[in-house]
């Protein structure tokens, strides 16, 4: 992070009751900043509150897959001088695409693709208009090849890596800073939900710390267009880039068929 006053008053972290979303809020927390916390569950807020978070706070309970929950957080923010939104708040599945259901599917565009666009979009403006400003996308090391059996989550993390390093070019001339974090598997409540559809035993990857994300990511801010943080994470990035699709869509079909609990018909 280049200069902490550039990024305002307030930080509005999404997800922060829980994973990577609330090691960012910690951290962002412990630089003196005060927090909008944003989740669907008040009760896993107020536990954070209670647990982890020592600062000046607001919370938002809303649902960002949906329109409505996007304008209270936009609503409940507009008074306070915003200058950072991290937008972690995320939903995965893993299973054959023709076993899953619409609901599920169309939440997961939603959170990372829909929600992505409306926040940039409200805040960006917000942030060019005080002079400065960031926004930080939560994406996944699986945005960086179609991933079979996870293949509405894949392509929707790969449209976050995209849009947020388009993003950071535009707005760069504005003085304000967007970068993608691109995490592989991390121990947060998601991993345990994937655990339930994926025989982890089965997939060689270690999981690491939510810290380290959000602090990678605080580090990378102003600095870079996107991070990858922990060395395994960018051997593994640096393999996907030197693999042809056709490879690596191939392997990971591979191994998350072989993984799954629920085998496909
Ligand atoms: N864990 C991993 O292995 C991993 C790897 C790569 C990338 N990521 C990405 O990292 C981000 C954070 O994931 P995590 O692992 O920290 O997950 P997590 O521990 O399950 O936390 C997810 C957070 O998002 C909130 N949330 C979920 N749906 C929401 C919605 N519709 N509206 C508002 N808030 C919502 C959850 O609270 P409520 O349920 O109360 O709303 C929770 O605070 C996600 O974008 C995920 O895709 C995770």
Same mark, same amino acid.
């Given at each position: ?57 607001? =919370? ?28 972690? #708040?995320?939903?995965?599945? #893993? ?15 939603? &959170? ?6 409306? &926040? ?40 976050? &890596? ?5 993003? #950071? ?47 990678? $990511? ?11 943080? $922990? ?5 593994? #990035? ?22 799954? =609990?629920?085998?496909?018909?």
């Amino acid at each position: 992070m280049k200069d902490i006053e550039k990024y305002g008053e307030w930080v509005v972290v999404t997800g922060a009751s829980s994973g990577i979303g609330r090691e960012f809020a910690k951290e962002l927390a412990a630089k003196g900043k005060k927090i909008v916390l944003v989740a669907r569950t008040e009760a896993n807020l107020q536990q954070m509150l209670e647990q982890d978070l020592d600062a000046s706070h607001r =919370i938002v309970v809303a649902d960002l897959c949906t329109a409505t929950g996007l304008k209270a957080l936009t609503q409940a923010t507009k008074e306070l001088d915003v200058g950072l939104v991290v937008h972690s #708040a995320g939903l995965a599945h #893993a299973g054959a695409f023709l076993n899953g259901t619409s609901k599920t599917d169309t939440n997961l565009q939603a &959170i990372h693709m829909s929600a992505s666009v409306e &926040i940039a979009r409200v805040f960006g403006r917000r942030f060019v208009n005080r002079g400065s400003g960031g926004l930080i996308f939560v994406s996944s090391g699986f945005g960086f090849a179609p991933i079979p059996y996870a293949a509405v989550y894949g392509a929707s993390k790969a449209f976050v &890596i995209s849009f947020g390093e388009a993003l #950071a070019v535009e707005l760069r001339s504005k003085n304000v800073d967007v970068l993608t974090v691109i995490p592989g598997a991390t121990k947060t409540n998601m991993a345990e939900k994937l655990a339930e559809q994926i025989d982890m035993s089965k997939v060689p990857m270690p999981h690491g710390d939510p810290r380290a994300v959000a602090r990678a $990511g605080l580090a990378a801010l102003g600095h870079k267009d996107s991070v990858v943080p $922990g060395a395994m994470n960018k051997v593994m #990035a640096l393999m996907m880039g030197l693999m042809s699709r056709r490879m690596a869509k191939g392997q990971f079909g591979k191994l998350l068929k072989s993984a799954l =609990i629920i085998q496909p018909e």
